[in-house]
């Protein structure tokens, strides 16, 4: 499996609750350019959500084939479903020269450094454990036991933040987008995106 270099992959991740979703949306509508990958899940759709545009909402035996047949760039057991990043899309995008963004959780995003060094890893935190666990009920899209679940996951997941590229604090979801739009920046200032123009000069 091999990732093509163009585009800048970003990737978004953070425990559960942290807020990686508002702040991918927010992003998105100020950063027209940024194409959101469409992950694959084996769990069910909640309300509101539709196929292709949320997930792709998939069976356990239609996941396992993609995963067999190496079309997911990486993948992960969250909360007893599938989740896994549709490998075309990313390929596809960055090839072209499109900065493609993912918002997967902690273990997908280590995966994908593994396979693609140059993705950047941002890790967004909540500013608190106890605002996590306000925001994960008054959200109200799980169970009491789900949500437990989820809070005793934080604190391994804390400790994975040392191995992203920045981390950044979800106190408020504008200040976070316009931070992300300032990594863009500088990541595309790095040689690697020069290569022709420098090229050109010889
Ligand atoms: P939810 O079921 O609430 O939509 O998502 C549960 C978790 O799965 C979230 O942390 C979300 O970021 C993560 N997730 C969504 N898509 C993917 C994916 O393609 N790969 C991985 N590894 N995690 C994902």
Redesign the pocket.
């Known amino acids: 499996m091999k990732v093509k270099k163009k585009g800048l992959l970003l990737v978004l ?1 953070g425990p ?1 609750g942290a807020g ?1 979703g508002t702040v991918c949306r927010a992003l998105l509508k100020n950063q027209p350019s940024l194409r959101l990958s469409v ?3 084996t ?1 069910p759709p909640r309300q509101g959500e539709a196929d292709g545009v949320d ?1 792709f909402f998939l069976d356990k035996e239609v996941f396992q084939d993609m995963l067999k047949d190496g079309q997911l760039l ?3 057991e ?2 007893d ?1 599938y ?3 549709p490998l075309r899309f990313v390929n596809d995008g960055l090839s072209e020269g499109r900065d493609i963004i ?4 902690i ?2 995003a280590l995966q994908v450094k593994e396979k693609y060094p140059e993705a950047v890893l941002i890790f967004i935190a909540p500013p608190s454990r106890f605002e996590l666990e306000k925001r994960l009920y008054s959200r109200g ?1 799980d169970s009491r036991e789900v949500i437990e679940k989820r809070l005793r996951c934080t604190a391994g997941e804390m400790d994975l933040a040392n191995r992203y590229d920045y981390i950044l604090i979800n106190d408020e979801v504008a200040r976070v987008a316009e931070k992300i739009k300032s990594i863009i920046t500088a990541e595309k200032s790095r040689p690697r995106y020069f290569e022709s123009f420098l090229k050109s000069f010889i």
């Open positions: 991740s559960s990686k992950s694959a899940t769990r997930y990486e993948y992960a969250v909360y479903n989740y896994g990043t993912l918002e997967i959780d273990q997908g899209a």
